[in-house]
């Protein structure tokens, strides 16, 4: 399993971004019942949960609750973090998760994904 991040970069306080991972090596059939997901880590910083997506239910860490929204395209086995009203403190390297595993009591455990991608940066200024 691969996981193939993009759409970090470089915005003004108050804009938005979208993230996309793409998970390589799997069946649709798969990925449609995973849990997929973003951690994101700032410098300095513990691994925090962002979002994830188990089947057709989302979750959110509270920091991005209203502001951020995940979802995901089973046909193209890719998962989307659409980013608004983003803030400095939104600035960290944003990490995908994938697991086929997962029980929901784990999901906000970064120890517990199985799978992660390369990381992507995010820098929001000011």
């Known amino acids: 399993v691969q996981l193939q991040a993009s759409g970090g970069g470089l915005v003004q306080a108050g804009g938005s971004l979208r993230l996309s991972c793409k998970v390589s090596d799997r069946t649709s059939s798969a990925f449609s019942m995973s849990t997929i997901g973003w951690f994101r880590q700032a410098p300095g910083q513990d691994r925090e949960f962002v979002a994830a997506m188990r089947r057709t239910y989302r979750y959110y860490g509270d920091s991005v609750k209203g502001r951020f929204a995940i979802s995901r395209d089973n046909a193209r086995n890719t998962a989307y973090l659409q980013m608004n009203s983003l803030a400095p403190e939104d600035t960290a390297v944003y990490y995908c998760?994938?697991?086929?595993?997962?029980?929901?009591?784990?999901?906000?455990?970064?120890?517990?994904?199985?799978?992660w991608g390369q990381g992507t940066l995010v820098t929001v200024s000011s």
């Open positions: 998760v994938y697991d086929e595993h997962l029980i929901l009591s784990s999901i906000r455990q970064a120890g517990q994904y199985d799978y």
